[in-house]
């Protein structure tokens, strides 16, 4: 990205997006970057800089803002995660494909020039290779979720096919982030439980034991977004979206981690309607593409996470 960029982050109050503004302010300078949620922002997310209200399925209320602010970068990272949208499938497709849509119009219509969009293991289902899947393989989701996230990457390679739009897209596994919580996937487990460490609380799982899942640290994740966006045009092949890959483990793997830490810890397993969502993805990533076409490399390994989280925590 040029340094007198301007970015609009939309779901800048999820947990991405709310450690991805502060990275980019960090990076660019707290003018540079536009926060906007149709959540209320927080104190802390409306001190750090300029803050719209906004419902990313309203076409004119985007283009009011990227107009206003001259924007010219938009990262969207509103969306409904998979175990929320299987309880309201209709309203999940709609804020996640027309949010899609609109962002991608306003880069064909010119008034913006790049688009981050993060797409997911989601993308997978039960007829996918469950190890080291492939970056092109049988795809063929059974969430909502991964519908809407399949859709929108074709419509990603789509748009930069016949319209020539910078579209730039990854894969995300599910994250683990200290700085926010995230909110209705399938993969928060990985996040709630050290809540419940630190609170000296038994943890309830509502995954089993060994189910594997791709995972990533949200340093990893937050730098693979800004060396996505700063790698040479030439050298990003994939429009759709590229597989990226960190870390695979189970409950139980993660439970014996922070166990180290807190050795009293206590897990219990009451799998539910997300143990089928969680089956039908792949176990881990093959990410060589990503690797290879702008030098992709993870930092954080299982044990490094854990400590890090406790570290922050
Ligand atoms: N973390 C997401 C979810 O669980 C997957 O992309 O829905």
Known sequence: ?????????IGASGQIGSVLTAALRHLYGASAVVASDIKTPTMALLDQGPFESIDATDFDQLLT???????????????MLSANAEKRPEKAWDLNMS?????LNLAKLGHIKHVFWPSSIA?????????????????????????????????????????GVDVRSLRFPGLISWQSLPGGGTTDYAVDIFHKAIASETF???????????????????????????????????????????VSFTPKELYHSIKKFHPSFEIRYAPD???????????????????KEWGWRPNFDLDALVKDMFVHL
């Open 1 to 9: 990205m040029k340094n007198q960029s301007k970015h609009l982050i």
């Open 65 to 79: 803002i990227v107009k206003t602010h001259k924007i010219d970068t938009v990262y969207l990272m509103a969306a």
């Open 99 to 103: 949010s899609l849509f609109h962002v």
């Open 123 to 163: 993308v997978f289902g039960p007829s996918s290779p469950k190890f080291k899947v492939p970056q092109q393989t049988i795809m063929e989701p059974t969430t909502v979720y991964g519908i809407s996230k399949l859709a929108g990457e074709r419509w990603c390679d789509y748009y930069h096919k016949n319209y």
């Open 204 to 246: 309830e799982c509502f995954l089993s034991e060994n189910t594997a899942l791709p995972m990533m640290y949200m340093d990893d994740a937050i730098r693979a977004i800004l060396e996505l966006m700063n790698a040479n045009v030439n050298s990003i092949k994939i429009r759709s979206s590229y597989n990226l890959s960190a």
């Open 273 to 291: 309607f997300r143990q089928a969502i969680a089956d039908s993805w792949p176990d881990s990533i093959d990410d060589s593409f990503a690797q």
